[in-house]
């Protein structure tokens, strides 16, 4: 019998194992390796955040799908991969063998530039830290509701912002908002620059219009426990900082002999194999797929899943994999924290309420196969 073993339970993986359970896959035992047991759905976390859903509502219980994939749970954390011998190397001294790999671990806020972050920042991801600091917030709120709180976010791309919206949508509820203060510095000259300018600016009148203030052109590079300093040595207070930097890749990749781009992500074929070894997949956002440059996004991760399963099973078989051809155009649906979101879609962008209830019904969607 052949072991596939599964590095990460993210996006990409909870689908291919969801189809696992479906249609079993023959010959073969499954290990799933994932360092939590319930792993997050990114595109309900922010609504977590705001306050309008529950952990079991946003979370996907690997437990369950394990064992209705039949598939063999460990919780540990993967540290290194031995390509020559076939092995994958854990936290805790396991050493666990392989005969095909598959690794889907995400990405985190990229933090090698600031002095500081590692310390007194709480970066997005991974997402228990965020939301272990997010619940402490809350806690010291509902205690002192008569203190002002300062949130710094660092990052103006779609998570900064849907981030700090939804933070605040949820603190007003506990605290008078005069009390509230959110920044969100930006390094660029304006906030969403992977998206459209109409996105753009209708996020920027948003940020306006809730009173949370916009540095842009703000480079940090430093972090204290109650100020952020910029390249240009402006001093921006705050009690609470977050990173939501651009994606980077785990550092421990760099000692595999797997094939890596410029930044450090797994360089894999649009089989979504690596360049370096047919026998391992990569999928989600530590994946660079050669040739398709896309953004690191749920929705990507999301839609690996189906390709992935069938490429399992092709090469299970001894059979070639089927080329996957990402999308260029895609949906993305972004919550404002009021229970609205904005739609975006190539050159088009739109607010309205409408787009928060279809957000919530094709989340809560994907979350039922689970
Ligand atoms: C605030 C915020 C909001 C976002 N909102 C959206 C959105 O609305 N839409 C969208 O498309 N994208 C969104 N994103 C981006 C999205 O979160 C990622 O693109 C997506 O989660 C990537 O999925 P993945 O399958 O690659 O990995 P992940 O979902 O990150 O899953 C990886 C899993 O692997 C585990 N893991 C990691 N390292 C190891 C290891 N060494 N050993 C074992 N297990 C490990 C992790 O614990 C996790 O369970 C958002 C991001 C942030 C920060």
Known sequence: M???????????????????????????????????????????????IAGYYTIEQTHIDLQKLAKKSQTKLIIDQVIDINTTQNTVTCSSGKIIPYDFLSIDIGSTPDKSNIKGAKEYATPAKP???????????????????????????????????????????????????????????????????????????????????????LYLNTEIVQILPHKIISAQSKEIRGNYHFLVTNSSPAPWLQKTNLSLDKKGFILVKNT?????????????????????????????????????????????????????????????????????????????????RFFWFFKNYIDQKFMQQF
């Not at 103006?156 to 008078?176: F, S, Y």
């Not at 299970?316 to 979101?341: F, V």
Request: hydrophobic fraction near 40%.
């Open 2 to 48: 052949q072991k596939l073993v599964l590095i990460g339970g993210g996006h990409s993986h909870a689908i291919a194992l969801k189809m696992c359970a479906d249609n079993p896959l023959k010959n073969v035992k499954i290990v799933l390796i994932n360092d939590v047991e319930k792993t997050p759905y990114s595109g309900m976390l922010p609504g977590y």
């Open 127 to 213: 997402v228990p830290t965020l939301l272990e600091k997010w619940h402490n917030i809350l806690d010291n709120c509902r205690q002192k509701p008569q203190e002002n709180i300062t949130l710094n976010i660092i990052g103006g791309g779609a998570g900064g912002v849907e981030l700090a919206l939804n933070m605040r949508q949820q603190l007003i509820n506990i605290i008078d908002q005069e009390k509230v203060t959110i920044n969100i510095i930006n390094r660029g000259s304006k906030i969403l620059s992977q998206h459209n300018q109409t996105a753009s600016n209708i996020f920027h009148n948003l940020l306006i219009d809730k009173k949370i203030n």
């Open 272 to 352: 979504l194999q690596t360049l370096s070894h047919d026998n391992i997949f990569a999928t989600g956002d530590i994946a660079t797929i050669q040739n398709y440059p896309r953004p690191k996004a749920g929705v990507f991760a999301v839609k690996q899943g189906k390709p992935l399963y069938n490429n399992w099973r092709l090469l299970l078989k001894y059979q070639k994999p089927q080329p996957y051809h990402p999308q260029s155009l895609y949906l993305s649906l972004i919550g404002t924290g009021d229970k609205k979101a904005v739609a975006i879609w190539g050159d088009f962008a739109w607010l309205s």
